[in-house]
């Protein structure tokens, strides 16, 4: 079930239930990949609530991997990436961490990306978007 509005009373907090409605319309494809969130005005009017609740909400969803920002542009849905699959090869290991600037901008991510450092026993290390890869064991 979607939520469609925010209350004030509730212990989850505010941002956090704006979050939901818009997880919910991006879920049920009212919003679709690619389209531009409402202005933080409108959404600040639309559910009651303060900008900086709509700020944070966005950053969440952003962190999340479901929206980005445009500098100029507004918020968009971020479109659906395809995995490809990644060996983790005997004798190496997998960090989860959020990348370095040098990273993000080589990999060009989005803000809230993780990525996925994979090391060999000898110290090499390859750096692979979390939302683009998923790890399969190989002997």
Same mark, same amino acid.
């Given at each position: 079930?979607?939520? +469609? #509005? ?32 409402? #202005? ?6 639309? $559910?009651? +609530? ?31 990436? /395809? ?19 040098? /990273? ?10 993780? +990525? ?17 890869? $998923?790890? +399969?064991?190989?002997?």
């Amino acid at each position: 079930m979607i939520i +469609v #509005s925010v209350d004030p009373r509730s212990d989850r907090a505010v941002y956090r239930q704006v979050a939901d409605i818009l997880r919910g319309l991006i879920a049920d494809g009212t919003i679709v990949p690619g389209a531009l969130l409402p #202005s933080e005005k409108q959404l600040a009017d639309t $559910y009651g +609530v303060g900008r900086d609740a709509v700020r944070q909400a966005i950053g969440l969803l952003r962190a999340e991997g479901l929206a980005r920002t445009i500098r100029g542009e507004g918020t968009q849905v971020r479109q659906p990436v /395809e995995r490809r699959p990644v060996p983790l090869l005997p004798r190496t290991h997998a960090i989860a961490r959020m990348p370095t600037e040098h /990273e993000r901008a080589e990999l060009d991510l989005d803000e809230g990306v993780p +990525v996925i450092a994979i090391r060999t026993s000898k110290g090499h290390e390859d750096i692979h978007p979390a939302d683009t890869v $998923y790890l +399969v064991a190989k002997d």
